[in-house]
């Protein structure tokens, strides 16, 4: 018996040595994400990740953006997702008793809850669609009142210049005004011949906007009420644009979206309609029709969805789903990912043009609780080829890879999926900013500290390579006593003695020269012949001048993006392809150390790992890297910057401890 207990005690032991604790899970801060639900059919208040929906319908965000409230059809209820606490869902009002009874938000009764709307800041209007009635929860006292009835609606919306909600019926092809003070309906369109079945309505850009459910036209209401009799008003309908099979629209950054069923789920209209293309971090779905796929979004048409753009970060959405017996709530941006996809090389070839972040078209306001990233460097920051067997590694294989193989996309993908597992609430944004064929120093003290104020951003992640030494050599100094950024073919038809404008390039010049018996008035610069070995084999004066014209204009940087928001500016280093022990390692070491930078080398992990990640180099254009490579270098940047606590890294929990 003795025996048998001791023997329980190790296992009971041993067992508690086995239990991993469970992490408080977050949800996934990314393009794409889970809100809320998304498991399987039911109900369930509690935790985003178990909370189950039965065929939610129409949704709606307050304006501080703390709440996404839910119509939850089929449960009767009307659902609040808290965005602020884990997207943590509750029900607001509603039971299981099916009704129609006013009351106090724990009383109050609902039957098949299909549209929200709010009317005002505190005011949340609801149609009741199995008893055609709008409505209205009073979020400050905490009750439910009725503000109409006896009504068929589609869709609804509501008009601030009106004080009324906007409801479509399809069916009987009219478009009803509700006055939110007094309850009364008005007939705003009947039968119209051009807008035959008016379905999907928003408000946007100051007008009511509408699409026709045959023609999938889209047209804006304009509504004048006559200021002498309030019951004579006239209406114009405004065609502004068409999409196809549309089911939802949503306004956000002065831009007209619309939910689709079909293929293309999303697309921005205008003149053009544009479909709007869902990115992964696999690949870019520019629709849902690839076969063998779930589908990320795809309706049906005659599907009643929920479409609503969030108040407080532009171009973000909210969709509610019924998908493969599931019902829940899923997020999608758009940062113009089609137009950006294959965007590549310096600021103006391309479609990005300058002051634009190089990869997407960020939003310029920065979504709360978003730590944002400036990453920088030369070409091999934008470049991710993929294998293809069958390329020619031409242009099209090397600068047409997935954009989010990047190893700035990358990183922002590690530290948010690091984020969500660690229960950490910061979000990530990298955006990526390059000079192809420039070294950091030659371009960052010109065009990063405005990009840094421009998007808000938090810090700069520079890729250390090159010195850009040269470019004391090649451009005349700016008024800030530093190169300007594009060489000047004329100032460099000078002889080279007579392009020493400070004392370290006039210093190095001459030094250089006595090992070089030859004429040298026409090379370009001094080492030209072997750059980062002449870097490396130059005796210690040459290399403290180089240090000097290297560090200083990054020091520089440093302080004018500092003086923004006190953003820092880290410098990481990784090795080329015949670079494993490189001497510019530890030369970005010494100029990190002089000027105060804090300071990645990731040489000896990115060595160590590298076979493991084959083929991280391209065959072609030595030094870059493949998209293998960048999968590497992004997983390692985001350890090092958690480790060494240089993004804000630390769970709520612990934040509140003394």
């Not at 923004?564 to 880290?570: D, E, L, P, S, T």
């Not at 991280?616 to 985001?638: E, K, N, P, W």
Request: charge should be negative; proline fraction near 5%; glycine fraction near 8%.
């Amino acid at each position: 018996m003795r025996f048998r207990y001791r023997l329980l005690l190790v296992i009971l032991f041993l067992l508690t040595l086995w239990t991993i604790p469970v992490q408080a899970v977050v949800p996934m801060a990314d393009f794409n994400g889970i809100v809320a639900g998304e498991r399987k059919t039911g109900f369930r208040d509690g935790h985003y990740s178990t909370a189950l929906f039965n065929t939610p319908e129409g949704l709606v965000m307050d304006a501080e953006g703390r709440y996404l409230y839910v119509a939850d059809s089929i449960n009767h209820r009307v659902r609040a997702v808290d965005l602020d606490n884990d997207n943590e869902v509750s029900t607001l009002a509603g039971s299981d008793k099916v009704g129609s009874d006013d009351g106090t938000l724990d009383k109050a009764t609902f039957s098949h809850p299909s549209r929200l709307a709010f009317v005002s800041v505190d005011k949340l209007a609801v149609y009741d669609s199995f008893g055609g009635n709008i409505r209205v929860i009073d979020l400050k006292a905490k009750t439910v009142s009725t503000l109409a009835g006896k009504l068929t609606a589609r869709d609804m919306a509501y008009d601030p210049d009106l004080d009324s909600l906007v409801l479509t019926e399809p069916t009987l092809k009219k478009v009803i005004r509700v006055d939110v003070k007094t309850g009364t309906l008005t007939t705003l369109l009947d039968n119209d011949t051009q807008l035959t079945q008016p379905l999907a309505v928003c408000f946007h850009n100051g007008k009511i906007h509408l699409s026709d459910g045959v023609t999938s036209k889209i047209y804006s209401l304009d509504v004048t009420i006559d200021k002498k009799d309030q019951k004579k008003f006239s209406v114009l309908l405004s065609a502004v644009g068409k999409g196809d099979k549309v089911l939802g629209l949503a306004s956000s950054d002065k831009l007209l979206y619309a939910v689709q069923a079909g293929n293309v789920p999303l697309v921005r209209i205008g003149q053009n309609t544009v479909p709007v293309g869902i990115p992964t971090h696999w690949g870019f779905l520019s629709d849902d029709s690839i076969i063998g796929f779930q589908p990320l979004a795809y309706f049906q048409p005659g599907d009643v969805i929920g479409f609503a753009a969030s108040t407080t970060e532009a171009r973000r959405f909210y969709l509610t789903r019924a998908f493969a017996q599931a019902g829940g709530v899923i997020s999608l941006k758009d940062y113009f990912f089609a137009e950006y996809w294959k965007a590549a090389g310096p600021p103006g070839s391309t479609a990005n043009g300058d002051g634009q972040a190089m990869d997407f078209d960020y939003p310029l306001e920065k979504p709360k609780n978003t730590f944002r990233i400036l990453f920088s460097g030369d070409s091999r920051t934008n470049i991710a080829p993929a294998l293809d067997p069958g390329s020619d590694y031409g242009n099209g294989w090397f600068y047409g890879g997935n954009r989010m193989d990047t190893m700035g996309k990358q990183l922002e993908f590690y530290l948010n999926s690091e984020a969500a597992v660690k229960g950490i609430k910061t979000r990530f944004e990298v955006l990526e900013w390059n000079r192809a064929g420039h070294s950091l120093s030659s371009y960052a003290y010109f065009e990063i500290p405005p990009l840094a104020k421009k998007y808000n951003v938090d810090m700069v992640l520079g890729l250390a390579s090159a010195s850009g030494y040269e470019n004391y050599y090649e451009e005349p100094l700016s008024k800030e006593g530093i190169p300007q950024v594009e060489i000047d073919y004329e100032y460099i038809l000078k002889p080279l003695s007579k392009r020493l404008q400070t004392p370290e390039s006039k210093d190095l010049y001459e030094r250089w020269k006595k090992g070089f018996p030859e004429n040298t008035e026409k090379v370009a610069y001094p080492g030209q012949e072997k750059l980062n070995r002449f870097v490396c084999s130059s005796g210690d004066n040459i290399y403290q001048d180089i240090i000097q014209m290297t560090g200083y204009r990054l020091r520089m940087t440093a302080d004018k993006v500092a003086s923004f928001n006190g953003a820092k500016m880290v410098l990481f280093y990784v090795p080329g392809f015949d670079q494993e022990d490189d001497c510019m390692s530890p030369f970005w070491a010494d100029i990190s150390k002089k000027y105060d930078f804090p300071y990645i080398d990731l040489t000896d992990a990115f060595n160590s790992m590298r076979l493991a990640y084959h083929p991280v180099f391209t065959r072609c254009c030595s030094d870059h890297y493949t998209a293998y490579g960048d999968h590497l270098i992004g997983y390692l940047l985001s350890r090092y910057l958690i480790d060494g606590h240089l993004v804000p890294f630390e769970p709520e929990a612990d934040k509140k401890k003394p």
